[in-house]
């Protein structure tokens, strides 16, 4: 099948999305640029940096030069590298500002160097953004820049570069300030302008006597975004809301952050198909930082399906980054759909989907020649699976599909909902708040790459709204290396965050509305997915990002048991073992 080994000295999301012909890609993670500690407010390197997740930076190390550690940033050859870091500068409280910029640095085998300063406004709207171009130098080099800005609450500062085609560019930089009318920028403040005071009025207590107050019911589309992955509380308390929106309002659409491949086989298991069964399902779930409450909640659905006239269907709204793994979900799909049938065109396409020199082209024309191909499947699958196939096969790259996730995320939702949802009935999303909030999946560090609900709002307006389920402090199951997973410590809530504020009422669940916030309140949130890390907090202004949060005071990690807590996971073969059981399946049949 030709497949290149995956690194093991990173952490990667759990599932075998990440492995085959998956490039040394290190755009989500954190880069650590501290390797001279001092205080926060004076010098640049001592703030979190993120790569972009398109143009990202191959390797973020530190080198040791006359003995002073210094960071150093490689691009993957001529492609360009964008590193940020977000500062908030809402605490200078000034109409207009003039920034002195200064950095020392050097280079190798680069062929451009920029900084690009965007002044981040209100909602996180972008005010203005200025380059400064550097001069490309071997020896060490000092620039200084001024810039006049008018007031921002937020400054998002980016090193941009590319090298050759034949060579990588090398950065190197020894320091890196930027000062506000000559002064350092001062440490962020909660009695300043844009402080939030909240009361118990503007909060809602969390419990089923509550439940019909909350006024994230009435949207049609309602997104739920877990702040962390891996935590049996979250998991629960975004089961309990799709229960009542099953219950109670009409909702017949659950997706979730699971590829769309997959759930064609849990579709067909909750609408009682004898041929699907849950303990495949569990299996494959063994993978994933949800909680066994998930399975229950697929039972509960299956069992609903057998008293109600509409049926509630179960879809991924995400893809496998991996093209093998596309095709075996989908063959696991095929060959239980045939089970007992001995469907010949259904044989066919299991044993085409196996074929890795065989394109999806050939599979979509069998769907058009062969009529009990298409009559084994329901109409709505029918449709989906040609646009699922379609997808697979335009976006074979496991590059494209890792840095276009979104984008591909969003074209699987908004087919479902445009093809299969009624005006009178809800569909509701579980998943990542960094894919379902309004803007992006970082801080408004990450500039121009859009999150789905980010493309949701922009398309379906009010009927969209986004729910985050956030926690003060616990534990979560994360990723502690690219092959082990474990149970982590989550970092309480710093003064500033939205968390903080919440927790100061010492209750233990509870509903803030973001109608009690304004564009210029600017607070700390937890941004963290599947990994371990030292920063969990981002600058954000939270009215911008959704419609309201679901407040934990303590989270309880997921529980995998003892064959899979603290499990060494290599994902390269965790698809070439599941690769080879359809091969076996084929044979024997």
Not at 44 to 66: C, G, M, Q, R
Not at 333 to 361: M, Q, R, W
Not at 518 to 539: A, H, M, P, V
Request: net charge neutral; glycine share 4%; aromatic share 10%.
């Amino acid at each position: 099948i030709g497949w290149t080994p995956c690194r093991t000295d990173y952490p990667a999301p759990l599932s075998a999305r990440s492995c085959l012909r998956f490039p040394e890609y290190t755009s989500f993670l954190q880069c650590n640029l501290k390797a001279n500690p001092t205080p926060e407010h004076t010098n640049l390197l001592a703030y979190d940096w993120v790569n972009h997740p398109v143009y990202f930076y191959l390797n973020t190390t530190v080198d040791t030069i006359s003995a002073k550690r210094i960071p150093r940033l490689e691009t993957l050859l001529e492609k360009k590298g964008i590193i940020s870091t977000l500062i908030p500068t809402y605490q200078t409280d000034k109409t207009s500002t003039i920034l002195s910029v200064r950095i020392k640095y050097k280079t190798e085998s680069t062929q451009n160097l920029s900084i690009v300063i965007t002044s981040i406004g209100e909602c996180e709207n972008t005010n203005s953004a200025d380059t400064i171009q550097l001069r490309t130098a071997e020896d060490w080099e000092e620039s200084a820049h001024m810039i006049k800005i008018k007031e921002t609450p937020l400054l998002n500062i980016s090193i941009e570069a590319a090298g050759y085609k034949e060579n990588s560019a090398r950065i190197w930089i020894s320091d890196f300030e930027i000062l506000i009318d000559g002064n350092e920028i001062p440490p962020p403040s909660e009695n300043r302008k844009g402080s939030i005071h909240l009361t118990k009025g503007d909060i809602i207590h969390w419990n089923k006597e509550s439940h019909p107050s909350l006024p994230f019911w009435k949207h049609r589309i309602l997104g739920i975004g877990e702040t962390v992955h891996g935590t049996k509380t979250m998991n629960d308390i975004a089961i309990a809301v799709l229960k009542e929106r099953i219950l109670k309002h009409e909702c017949n659409i659950i997706l979730f952050e699971i590829p769309l491949e997959f759930s064609f086989y849990i579709n067909r298991y909750v609408k009682n198909d004898a041929n699907f069964n849950l303990e495949d399902i569990s299996a494959y779930f063994d993978s994933y930082l949800y909680a066994d409450t998930i399975l229950s909640f697929i039972r509960w659905i299956k069992e609903y399906n057998l008293t109600c006239d509409e049926k509630v269907s179960v879809w991924g709204f995400d893809i496998n980054f991996v093209q093998l793994k596309s095709r075996i979900d989908l063959f696991n799909y095929f060959y239980s759909l045939n089970a007992g049938k001995h469907i010949k065109e259904l044989d066919t396409v299991c044993e085409l989907l196996l074929d890795t020199n065989i394109p999806f082209e050939k599979i979509l024309l069998m769907f058009d020649e062969c009529p009990d191909l298409a009559d084994a499947l329901n109409e709505d699958e029918l449709k989906l699976m040609l646009h699922c196939i379609k997808i697979t096969q335009q976006n074979s790259s496991s590059y494209y599909r890792f840095i276009n996730r979104d984008n591909m995320m969003n074209e699987v939702t908004t087919f479902i909902i445009d093809n299969f949802g009624k005006k009178n009935k809800t569909i509701t999303l579980y998943g990542h708040f960094g894919h379902l909030n309004y803007i992006n999946g970082q801080g408004p560090i990450v500039m121009n790459y859009y999150s789905l609900g980010h493309y949701m709002k922009n398309k379906y307006k009010d009927d969209y709204a986004c729910v985050a389920l956030i926690t003060n402090q616990g534990s979560a199951m994360l990723i502690k290396s690219y092959t082990e997973m474990e149970i982590s410590t989550l970092s309480s809530a710093p003064q500033g965050s939205l968390e903080y504020q919440l927790n100061r009422f010492k209750e233990d669940s509870v509903y803030l509305s973001m109608n009690n916030l304004d564009c210029s309140n600017i607070l700390k949130l937890r941004l963290i997915g599947n990994k371990e890390l030292t920063e969990q907090f981002r600058y954000i202004a939270p009215k911008a990002r959704m419609d309201g949060v679901l407040f934990i005071k303590e989270s309880q990690s997921i529980s995998k048991g003892n064959k899979n807590q603290n499990k060494k996971i290599n994902y390269n073969f965790v698809i070439m073992k599941a690769f080879q059981e359809a091969l076996k399946k084929i044979k024997n049949k």
